[in-house]
């Protein structure tokens, strides 16, 4: 866990972090109000009262939420996060986030194949029905796109209930070489408009072992119902607990190659973005894309409670293992780490809902930090300050 995370930050120090994750949007202008003689009131405990409002967050922009922006390789939908609830933790299929609308080249009316070759005694044809009739629940995953940031109002983000096979059990469909090393799983990505933003090219390389391990599967089904077009329809590959990228919808090709294969086009953009050694050009070269343990506010609410403002901060959990490791929260300036007050541990792969009363001292601006208190669970991006917002409390 870097020094950000577990102790005191300095004004220098967070400067530094604040700028790097997202001074473009102002954050690092408004950290520089932040800091000054202010020294923040004790907690509250729960109580009951009326909810006024919810404050907004600084330095943040105001593209709209469950809104298609642009189109393809470029098309962008937020998930609009303030939304989540302890019992609305699931997101509905129509407002899951998307990276990339439906390649306007790929033929609806096709009859779709799945192709199992490669480095195999015999090749394998599927039929995506004929999985969809083998799917079983696989549980509640969150999705995180690798380039999700405050400048998406971290958007990128959602979950669903799926539904599919175990990819092991396709795997076993056929008998593979001893020269067979890795996997290769590409999904359709043909655009007629190239992207200014994106490459075309949707694939990945994967041990069989990391695809054992993540528990991967071959999606169907999201929230109850087939996947819809925009999701992958009708086959996605889901690698539980690693980034969106690896997660390669309209899959058509499993390919069994051997050890010493280029990267992808995908693995290659998303190198920086899924915490690689640089840039590497070998796919055995890459670390799991893992999404680390991580948290952050999702609202700030503004209460009366007994006559007096009060003010109540919600957000989530998700990433890396729950049960290792508690939230603590810092408010600045002055605030100290203190543990998270209500923090339920999650028991799958989504995230969960937690909350914590605040009483501002003084009206002005402040920046709300998590960290977690165990210094063995990874936090890269939690603990360089990605996740931290801002707020401006007014006079009550």
Partial sequence: MSEVSRTRISRRTFLRYAAGAGSVL???????????????????????????????????????????????????????????????????????????????????????????DGLVRKSLTLVPDDLAQRASKMGVHLMECAGNSRAT?????????????PLSQ?????????????????????????????????????????????????????????????????????????????CIKWVERIEWVDGDQPATSQMLEFAARTHQDGVPKRAADYFPAIVDRAAMPIRVERWRVDGKIRFRIVGIDWGGDPSKGRLQLRVLPGGNLEPVADQPVRTDGGWSVWTHPWTPATPGRYLLQLAVDDPEVSVRRLGAGMYMRGVVVGET
């Fill in 26 to 116: 102002g954050l690092g202008e408004l950290a520089s109000h932040v800091f000054g003689d202010q020294v923040l009131a004790g907690q509250d405990p729960p109580w009951v009262g009326e909810r006024l409002s919810d404050l907004a967050f600084a330095a943040e922009p105001q593209d709209p939420l469950g809104t298609l922006i642009a189109s393809g390789l470029d098309a962008r939908k937020y998930t609009d996060l303030s939304r989540i609830e302890p019992d609305r933790r699931i997101t509905p299929t129509g407002e899951f986030f998307l990276r990339t609308e439906v390649p306007d080249q790929l033929d609806p009316s096709r009859r779709w194949q799945l192709q199992i």
């Fill in 170 to 246: 396709v795997l076993a469909g056929v008998e593979r070489l001893p020269t067979a090393k890795a996997v290769r799983i590409t999904g359709f990505d043909a655009h007629s408009r190239e992207s200014t933003n994106s490459q075309a090219g949707c694939s990945w390389v994967f041990t069989p072992e990391q695809l054992e391990s993540a528990s991967a599967f071959l999606a169907t089904h999201m929230n109850g119902s087939r996947l819809t077009p925009e999701h992958g329809y009708p086959v996605r590959l889901m690698v539980p607990g690693w980034y969106g990228c690896c």
């Fill in 153 to 165: 109002r971290f958007g990128l983000m959602s979950t669903a209930e799926w539904s599919g096979v």
